[in-house]
């Protein structure tokens, strides 16, 4: 039987996870997997959280130079987060030859282009399913399950975080606040927050995942990201009464015009597939050539399934003689290569409050007319001496709207509370 | 650059796919997964196939001889349907060394045993991810994405023709007969549809799918096997009124008991993910030890989704060095070595004629409690001088329920319309 020998970096909620799965599915492994995988090394200088998952003493490194010259180490887990410590680790054990598994997003994000380099001279593998949408298989199934197809459309709730207030937001109507404050409380979100809620979190994934998808390295910095902040509690709600439903949405798309990349909050219509994704659990909707519309749903973060998408990775590696690199263009200078598109198209809902007077409504749809922007829905609702005007247009394009925006604004017309996307 | 030549037995819908994708997309497959896959070979008798996808002559085979022995094949895929031409032509390359690709759920259901053992023998592999739920990889998923998990459950809407009927019945209030025949005449139903609507094609595909879930050979015979032809739009609206969607279900399930396997119409709440998986879509939802809930959505049938899953076969042949097995214990007497579940829990769903007469309804309760069935809902509604009774139980048991129905009938309070199974 082969015999694979694992080292885990940091055993934190991730790393944890994944060692209580190698542990104690040891002999399932064998018995299925016809692999014997023992982790053989762990770093983690915790002693509480050593302790607390039974690690024995003996298994315990005290540096990273223990595990890069152990010979019975075949693949090395990283899950410290960050990347200044983690990129070194991980190039240490990669010059050594070792398989590297990894759930640390901001480090592929950021340095895959140098690692894959390192992982290739030193024919060595380099494996990250954990790193984005948690359990849900989406890396693999870019790589190995629709690879056939050109991907046209990849859309994607992303972040536990973000979904889990935005759905207590509009499931119980509560204000952004007070539903960041209880998801901190019930740990779906760290005391410092900007992560998830400014879409950090989500862009380091749809960059990973379109550079799969495209097939060309897509730098973060080129994702438009915008976070859930300053979403206000009365727009989720009149969207609602309209059918539509928020979502921090990850949307990446690739025609003869470009590839556009972004993360803002979006107004999906409820009958989406994606609409109903709710709480922590997390879903990309991609669509192919061939094979047409495709959904994956499931637990978006969280020991188990994290943990979860790290012993596949193990088990994957294992299986292959040879390591599976990615499918990209890992080009030094994607900025110059690749054509972003930013101007992109899409529908919009905006809430303005207007003066109540005769005459203004027409001004104010000439406003939309001369920049070709035509409107699908309209909804007033007298408040005394003001009135609220809920807009939802056609498809138009980002740059229509910033003009008309601004024109609305500087007229005696209107204001502009707020400007959301809506993606069909 | 990796040559792959390929030969494609039987042009119909989904070869006539896989034909198109490969040839459409052999530069794609050049640039991005390194691999340059030409059809070298076809096998198809019927000319107006050929001429419709322009094949060129000279790739027209005139025998299943020439193929297996053409040193310039690497790959086959069998296409044909049916079990007994195709299991001699795939052991005939198979024997060759060639790998096979295969949508056959059929060929796959009954001679897997067979096929794999000679794969092995001859160093070929064997793929057939597109013998079940068309595009969606779930075959895929089962052997490299979730095989960290022991999976406990598993609930799929496998079959298109029977999801579009029951779409149909449900959003349309039209008949089964009408919606076959609607069914038939958009080409989703076949001249003869028993194969769909009394659930083998269902039962072949859960016997694959749940043998490399729960690592063990699951013969197609040991399926519980109920189509819908004998549902009923008027209990599909009842069901529909308390907040249920019917769909043609596989389920399998597996515990310290043992295995279940059944495929039959089921009544979901609205709120589960499968219930809004509609028409020709499919979908998969599993529960696995680690990963939790995980679900997987898309196009069921059709040539280009399920030649996608074959082309992606073909290319995840092509990047390993040695075939993928599947993972389970491919015994001889799998009869004798697995223990099966028939008396399974559920819920149930029942409508029943009632003489609406004083003190008839507690008599019936005593019935129900004679086989501690416990009562969820329960609705009269009186029609002259007989009543309509609806009623869902809480979990019981298939034996219980199937006493209490012979009792029910046996007496002259009450004559059971319907029964039907109820899945959380």
Same mark, same amino acid.
């Given at each position: 039987?082969? %015999?694979?020998?694992?080292?885990?970096?940091?055993?934190?909620?991730?790393?944890?996870?994944?060692?209580? #799965?190698?542990?104690?599915?040891?002999?399932?492994? $064998?018995?299925?997997?016809?692999?014997?995988?023992?982790?053989?090394? +762990?770093?983690?200088?915790?002693?509480?959280?050593?302790?607390?998952?039974?690690?024995?003493?003996?298994?315990?490194?005290?540096?990273?130079?223990?595990i890069?010259?152990?010979?019975?180490?075949?693949?090395?887990? @990283?899950?410290?987060?960050?990347?200044?410590?983690?990129? /070194?680790?991980?190039?240490?054990v990669l010059?050594?030859?070792?398989?590297?598994?990894?759930?640390n $997003?901001?480090?592929?994000a $950021?340095?895959?282009?140098?690692?894959?380099?390192?992982? %290739?001279? !030193?024919?060595?593998?380099?494996?990250?399913?954990?790193?984005?949408?948690?359990?849900?298989?989406?890396?693999?199934?870019?790589?190995?399950?629709?690879?056939?197809? &050109?991907?046209?459309?990849?859309?994607?709730?992303?972040?536990?975080t =973000?979904?889990?207030?935005?759905?207590k937001?509009?499931e119980?109507?509560?204000?952004?606040?007070?539903?960041l404050? /209880?998801?901190?409380?019930?740990?779906?979100? /760290?005391?410092?927050?900007?992560?998830?809620v400014?879409?950090?979190?989500?862009?380091?994934?749809?960059?990973?995942?379109?550079s799969?998808?495209?097939?060309? $390295?897509?730098?973060? =910095?080129?994702?438009?990201?915008?976070?859930?902040?300053?979403?206000?509690?009365e727009?989720?709600?009149?969207?609602?009464?309209?059918?539509?439903?928020?979502?921090?949405?990850?949307?990446a798309?690739?025609?003869?015009?470009?590839?556009?990349?972004? +993360? !803002?909050?979006?107004?999906?219509?409820? /009958?989406?597939?994606?609409?109903?994704v709710?709480?922590?659990?997390?879903?990309?909707?991609?669509?192919?050539?061939?094979?047409?519309?495709l959904m994956?749903?499931?637990?978006?973060?969280?020991?188990?399934?994290?943990?979860?998408? #790290?012993?596949?990775?193990?088990?994957?590696?294992?299986?292959?003689? @040879?390591?599976?690199?990615?499918?990209?263009k890992? =080009?030094?200078?994607?900025?110059?290569?690749?054509?972003?598109?930013?101007?992109?198209a899409?529908s919009?809902?905006?809430r303005?409050? +207007?003066?109540? %007077?005769?005459?203004?409504?027409?001004k104010?749809?000439?406003?939309?007319?001369?920049?070709? #922007?035509s409107?699908?829905?309209?909804?007033? =609702?007298?408040?005394s001496? &003001?009135?609220?005007?809920?807009i +939802?247009?056609?498809?138009? !394009?980002?740059?229509?709207?910033?003009?008309?925006?601004? &024109?609305?604004?500087?007229?005696?017309?209107?204001?502009?509370?707020?400007?959301?996307?809506?993606?069909?």
């Open positions: 039987m082969k %015999k694979i020998g694992v080292a885990i970096l940091g055993l934190g909620v991730v790393g944890g996870g994944a060692y209580r #799965i190698l542990t104690e599915h040891r002999e399932f492994y $064998k018995t299925t997997q016809a692999v014997d995988i023992s982790v053989e090394c +762990v770093l983690e200088p915790n002693r509480a959280r050593l302790e607390a998952l039974g690690v024995p003493d003996e298994i315990v490194a005290n540096n990273i130079a223990e890069a010259c152990d010979p019975d180490v075949n693949i090395v887990v @990283e899950c410290i987060g960050g990347v200044d410590v983690a990129r /070194e680790y991980v190039l240490d010059y050594g030859g070792k398989s590297v598994v990894t759930s $997003k901001e480090l592929i $950021k340095y895959y282009h140098e690692l894959e380099r390192t992982a %290739k001279r !030193h024919s060595a593998g380099l494996y990250f399913e954990a790193s984005c949408v948690g359990g849900v298989p989406i890396i693999r199934t870019l790589y190995d399950g629709v690879q056939s197809n &050109k991907i046209t459309s990849m859309m994607g709730i992303i972040n536990g =973000t979904n889990y207030i935005l759905t937001m509009t119980e109507g509560t204000s952004y606040s007070a539903a404050k /209880e998801a901190q409380q019930l740990g779906y979100a /760290e005391a410092d927050p900007d992560a998830d400014e879409g950090y979190d989500a862009a380091y994934k749809l960059s990973v995942l379109s799969l998808a495209f097939h060309t $390295k897509i730098p973060y =910095t080129k994702v438009l990201r915008e976070g859930i902040t300053g979403v206000c509690e727009d989720i709600a009149r969207g609602k009464a309209l059918g539509y439903r928020l979502k921090l949405l990850a949307v798309k690739q025609s003869e015009e470009g590839i556009e990349v972004r +993360v !803002h909050p979006a107004f999906l219509k409820k /009958e989406h597939p994606l609409a109903s709710a709480g922590s659990y997390n879903a990309v909707f991609l669509t192919g050539d061939s094979v047409g519309d994956l749903y499931g637990k978006g973060a969280g020991d188990l399934p994290t943990g979860s998408a #790290i012993v596949s990775d193990i088990l994957y590696a294992a299986s292959r003689v @040879e390591p599976r690199y990615s499918t990209f890992n =080009t030094a200078s994607p900025e110059k290569d690749v054509k972003f598109v930013t101007d992109f899409s919009y809902y905006m303005l409050t +207007v003066n109540d %007077k005769t005459g203004v409504l027409s104010i749809a000439a406003i939309f007319g001369k920049y070709n #922007i409107i699908l829905e309209l909804l007033q =609702t007298p408040e001496d &003001k009135a609220t005007l809920v +939802v247009t056609h498809e138009t !394009h980002e740059a229509a709207i910033k003009n008309a925006v601004a &024109k609305l604004n500087a007229s005696e017309l209107a204001k502009v509370e707020a400007v959301l996307r809506v993606v069909s």
